[in-house]
């Protein structure tokens, strides 16, 4: 119960255009499995949210990149471990996402 909760928060926060707090895009990251190869402040599989910040902060055109790549996936911008699609993932929740990544300091 507390988890559907928490996922209806967080998709009241995208709909209304409100920012996302680190609990709720943590399980957000969670949900849609970003979290399986992703953490905040450390290398996983993936490079860190913090790190994918630091590279990106100014860059006007970040957002609509890391959505795009996000959802198609990619590779070789950090090392030879492809990303693969996150088709499944709505484009609400990835923007969501990235909009929340782009905004954490290291």
């Known amino acids: 119960m507390k988890r559907q909760l928490v996922v209806l928060a967080a998709a009241a926060l995208a709909t209304s255009g409100a920012a996302l707090d680190n609990k709720a895009a943590e399980e957000m990251m969670k949900k849609d499995g970003c ?22 902060k100014g860059d006007a055109k970040a957002a609509a990149m890391l959505e795009e790549k996000v959802k198609t996936g990619g590779n070789g911008v950090w090392g030879e471990t492809p990303m693969p699609p ?7 929740d990835i923007k969501e996402l990235v909009g929340w990544i782009l905004t954490l300091q290291k």
């Open 35 to 56: 979290a399986a190869c992703h953490s905040v402040d450390k290398q996983v599989v993936g490079p860190a949210f913090k790190e994918v910040a630091a590279k990106y």
């Open 86 to 92: 996150n088709s499944y993932v709505s484009d609400a």
